[in-house]
């Protein structure tokens, strides 16, 4: 900068990633600023209107600049109107007149945001509201906030001429056309003259805003073709029609059934009509298909089966889309139009990956001892002990895991958990490193004192050279990380690793691993005594600090009673080992993040009527003492993680309460695991197997049992484990080598 002139000198970086404001992946700034000079320094005035104040102060000087006497304003930008009244007021000019209005809203009660998309813009107005309709509709109380989302303009434009009984009404000609599915404006016409009753009118203007309100509102369900085979069956009929150019619509509908038998001789000849509506419409429902083929144009037909619907990779497994490389293999493209993938290296040494693996397994045994002191201000000794197990089990057994090492890719960036920072280092920051040539792992804020204590005694560095540590802020680590990153691999929230996706391209893998539901269900003939053990085990490892810690413990009620009894005895025997980790005995310590003891004490204030043991917090120290919550089911249940010792028991009395909870629109989104106690029908032959998958159900045992790190790790539910890649989000469980081998290795190693 250089005040004296009034000049500031600037240079924009071409191959710099940045986190553009509403768009959901990183951006380079050569995209961004394309009619810029890149990668040069540039000298400019500020002066005589070539610079821009900060945004409030703006407002103000750009209205006297003006010499603005009446300006109205949102509701929203009080503050910046008092501002503007300070300016004219320090400068000595004339206040303008400020006239505030209300804002328009969304569906949900938000305000409309460009950024977000959620609005409903003057074009929207003009072509799906007639002028009379707007009319009415801007001059009620312009000083009063209002919803103004697409979806109300049938009822806003049938407001108008309600008395108009002769009028064929917006709101029955936008479920006409939604079940219709027209191809074009005319089709649509021809449609509405089917199902109007005698008497009943629409005007052209009528029609065209109908129609463009159809085509505003029309969704891709995803529900569209899902086998090679489904395709070929809609590219013939296209193929088909397209070579006899005599065909009659009647023909047409004939060729239609016909290659249907032919095409899939095993379905049912009824089912030709959801594959139909599938390809064709992206749904599961639709109009007579007779009726469409007669009504729509040839062009709009070949059309239509030339460009079905197909679904998209986010409701695919990984080993659905490997079935069908050409959804999985996603080659991008520059802005020159180039090809690029992700650039393999030289051939992976198995035999170099089981020797490192070895060699730390070693240093693990060796230092044990070493690793609990220098833990131990951060956890129990127990879960260190248990973390090196884990550690060890996965770096003895690398074997199993021996098909995805065949090349190295360049980067992959892991954030690391709150807990368990040796075993998470060598799942998510070691093992990748035997399969990359640069990986770098960051600890949470809070773990980097205790982090740098674990490095102290075992480098991982020295043992993969490609491996390195990061303690610098997030946002200096992001912008350092973005440009030599192929994969993500992020542990924490969903709504955290929305923030760090969007720093990254869209054709970086980025790996979640969140937040689980993983239920217990202890069912009537449930041995209890197994059951206790579980329950506590996964409630109380590492302060409840754990994804695969249960939010509810579902006990059936005629037992429940005992094992309330028998649980809150073992918990009064345990309560001597309860305490700060400095005691190696304690089995239950202080919580990592202290302040996360002051959220906690909010939550526990919400339940406490239904307190029944424990709900001691220490929010000095970040101690929470193991508390039991009893809540009836029929209240609701719980869909919410602690992240701390807490038993919510729930009791049930049928199936069908089990049916409820697992059918709640808050479960899905983290559906993981359940671990059932004894035997019930519902979980085993009813309970949705797209939820659940088989291996998500464990039987008479628990998650930590279960967990080995040369296994996937998840479930179903996007919230508790996913993928992302190339835009689309892939639900299902989690193993870094094998999802960073099936999406950037295998695809291209020829």
């Known amino acids: 900068m250089n005040p004296d002139n009034g000049e500031i000198t600037y240079y924009i970086p071409s191959d710099e990633i940045v986190n553009k404001p509403g768009s959901e992946y990183g951006v380079e700034l050569r995209d961004l600023y394309q009619e810029e000079l890149l990668d040069k320094e540039q000298t400019v005035s500020v002066l005589n209107g070539k610079a821009k104040l900060q945004w409030k102060a703006d407002w103000g000087m750009r209205l006297l600049y003006r010499n603005i006497h009446f300006e109205m304003h949102g509701e929203d930008l009080m503050d910046s109107a008092s501002i503007a009244r300070q300016i004219s007021i320090t400068l000595d000019k004339p206040t303008p007149r400020l006239y505030q209005y209300g804002l328009f809203l969304d569906a949900s009660g938000k305000k409309i945001s460009k950024s977000k998309g959620n609005g409903f813009s003057l074009d929207d107005a003009k072509n799906l509201l007639t002028p009379e309709a707007i009319q009415i509709y801007l001059s009620k ?126 379905r049912d000849k009824s089912q030709i009509w959801v594959l139909l509506y599938r390809g064709l419409f992206g749904d599961i429902r639709g109009p007579k298909i007779e009726t469409w083929i007669k009504i729509n144009d040839i062009k709009s037909i070949i059309e239509y089966f030339e460009n079905p619907h197909k679904v998209k990779s986010e409701n695919k497994s990984p080993d659905d889309k490997m079935k069908n490389k050409e959804s999985f293999i996603m080659i991008n493209k520059d802005k020159d139009n180039k090809k690029y993938m992700t650039k393999l290296f030289k051939s992976i040494d198995f035999n170099q990956v089981k020797e490192k693996c070895d060699t730390l397994s070693f240093e693990l045994k060796k ?101 390195s540590t990061s303690y610098e802020d997030k946002e200096l680590f992001l912008s350092k990380r973005v440009k030599t990153t192929d994969a993500v691999i992020f542990t924490g929230t969903p709504e955290n690793a929305t923030k760090v996706r969007k720093h990254f391209r869209k054709n970086t893998l980025f790996i979640l691993n969140g937040a689980g539901h993983n239920p217990l269900v202890i069912s009537k003939d449930a041995d209890i005594d197994i059951a206790i053990e579980s329950t506590k085990r996964v409630v109380l490892y590492n302060q409840g600090q754990d994804c695969a810690g249960p939010n509810s413990i ?33 089995i239950v310590g202080p919580n990592s993040d202290i302040d996360h003891s002051i959220k906690m004490a909010s939550i526990f204030k919400i339940n406490r009527s239904y307190c029944t043991y424990g709900g001691e917090i220490n929010p000095i120290d970040g101690m929470i003492k193991p508390t039991i919550f009893e809540k009836p089911l029929s209240l609701g249940g719980n869909y919410k993680e602690f992240f701390a010792p807490v038993f919510f028991l729930q009791k049930y009395q049928q199936d069908q309460n089990l049916a409820d909870y697992f059918s709640n629109p808050s479960y899905s989104a983290n559906a993981m695991y359940i671990s059932l106690f004894g035997t019930s029908d519902y979980i085993s032959n009813k309970l949705n197997k797209t939820l659940h998958l088989p291996e998500s159900i464990l039987n008479n045992t628990d998650l930590h049992m279960e967990e080995h790190g040369y296994f996937p790790y998840g479930g179903q539910g996007p919230a508790a484990s996913c993928l992302w890649y190339d835009g689309n989000r892939i639900n299902g469980n989690t193993l870094p080598q094998r999802d960073i081998y099936q999406y950037l290795v295998e695809p291209y190693n020829k």
């Open 141 to 266: 109380d312009p000083k009063k906030s209002t919803k103004f989302y697409i979806e109300q303009s049938p009822r806003l434009n049938d407001q108008v001429n309600i008395s108009n009984k002769k009028r064929l009404s917006f709101y029955k000609i936008s479920r006409i056309l939604k079940a219709s599915k027209p191809t074009s404006i005319s089709s649509a016409r021809k449609f509405l003259d089917l199902y109007r009753r005698n008497g009943e009118v629409i005007s052209e203007i009528e029609l065209t805003i109908s129609y463009n309100y159809y085509l505003r509102t029309k969704k891709d369900n995803n529900r569209g073709l899902m086998t090679t085979k489904e395709e070929d069956y809609f590219s013939f009929i296209s193929k088909s029609i397209k070579k006899d150019k005599k065909l009659s619509k009647e023909k047409i509908f004939k060729l239609i059934l016909n290659s249907f038998k032919k095409t899939f001789p095993d």
């Open 367 to 467: 230092h044990s001892n070493a690793l609990i002191d220098a833990l131990a201000g951060y956890q129990c000794k127990i879960v260190t002990e248990d973390e090196i197990l884990r550690s060890i089990d996965l770096l003895n057994n690398i074997e199993k895991n021996k098909e995805y090492f065949k090349k190295n890719i360049y980067g992959v960036t892991s954030f690391l958990p709150l807990n368990q920072p040796i075993y998470a280092s060598v799942c998510f920051g070691f093992i990748p490193s035997l399969m990359a040539e640069n990986v770098c792992i960051r600890p949470p804020t809070a773990m980097h004192p205790h982090y740098k204590k674990f490095a102290d005694v075992i480098n991982l560095s020295k043992i993969s050279t490609s491996l």
């Open 554 to 586: 579902l006990v059936h009620n005629e037992i429940y009673e005992l094992f309330r009894r028998k649980l809150i005895s073992s918990l009064k025997g345990i309560e001597d080992k309860v305490g700060h980790y400095s005691n190696y005995t304690n």
